[in-house]
Nanobody
């Protein structure tokens, strides 16, 4: 069974850090483009960061550039998102996803985790 399971979300003060993890099973991460997405209440799901399967290059949304870092551990089939200097506007449910098209948009990713809540407070 193909599955992604996120963990690591929680409540953090503005300026703090969190590390999200995503465990993949039933497939090999390196065979797919990998992405982290988030959805805040009343807003559309948006791409946060992705890793290309063709060259391993990472990409980031402008809003998180220089604060978030995506990484993978192929041996463990894990995806991570290190989030530093968190801001109130980073509050959202964060999902990891796998897809075949190298465009960081939700419509191009077919396998999704259930999500983990990140709440940033004053």
């Amino acid at each position: 069974e193909v599955q992604l399971v996120e963990s690591g979300g929680g409540l953090v003060q503005a300026g703090g850090s969190l590390r999200l993890s995503c465990a993949a099973s039933g497939f090999t991460l390196s065979d797919y483009n990998i992405g982290w997405f988030r959805q805040a209440p009343g807003k559309e799901r948006e791409g946060v960061s992705g890793i290309s399967r063709s060259n391993g290059e990472a990409s980031y949304a402008d809003s998180v550039k220089d604060r978030f870092t995506i990484s993978t551990d192929s041996a463990k089939n894990m995806i991570y998102l290190q989030m530093n200097n968190l801001k109130l506007e980073d509050t959202a449910v964060y999902h990891c996803a796998a897809g075949n098209i190298e465009i960081l948009h939700p419509s191009f990713f077919g396998t999704w985790g259930q999500g983990t809540q990140v709440t940033v407070s004053w």
